[in-house]
């Protein structure tokens, strides 16, 4: 499964930056099976069941996007808006097991 990070917005919106990619092979398989987990948990959550979305200026928005080895792609999306806990913790865990790519 490969899982890349997009977020756009903040204080630094002008600012682009770029994608995180995380690849579970490149994980021990421990830590694979807990972003399946991960993965699935944050799918099953859709922003309407996490709470009402209000104007926040300065806003992140993410978008995730799953691939695996067989059928299309799987895109998930949250802001600091309206993110439930289940993306949250996709989310933390990308950006923990990830470096940012160079932008040239």
Do not use: C, W, Y
């Not at 977020?7 to 995180?20: S, V």
């Amino acid at each position: 499964m490969r899982l890349t990070l997009n977020t756009r917005g903040g204080i630094a919106a002008a600012i682009r930056q770029p994608p995180r990619v995380l690849d579970s092979s490149s994980l021990d398989a421990g830590l694979a099976s807990r972003l399946d987990h991960l993965v699935e948990s944050a799918k099953a959550v859709t922003p309407t069941t996490a709470g009402p979305a209000h104007h926040t200026p300065d806003a992140m928005s993410f978008t995730i996007t799953v691939e695996k080895d067989a059928g299309l792609p799987h895109v998930l999306q949250a802001s600091d808006n309206d993110m439930a806990s289940e993306f949250a913790d996709l989310l933390d865990f990308v950006m923990e097991h990830t470096q940012k790519k160079q932008a040239f």
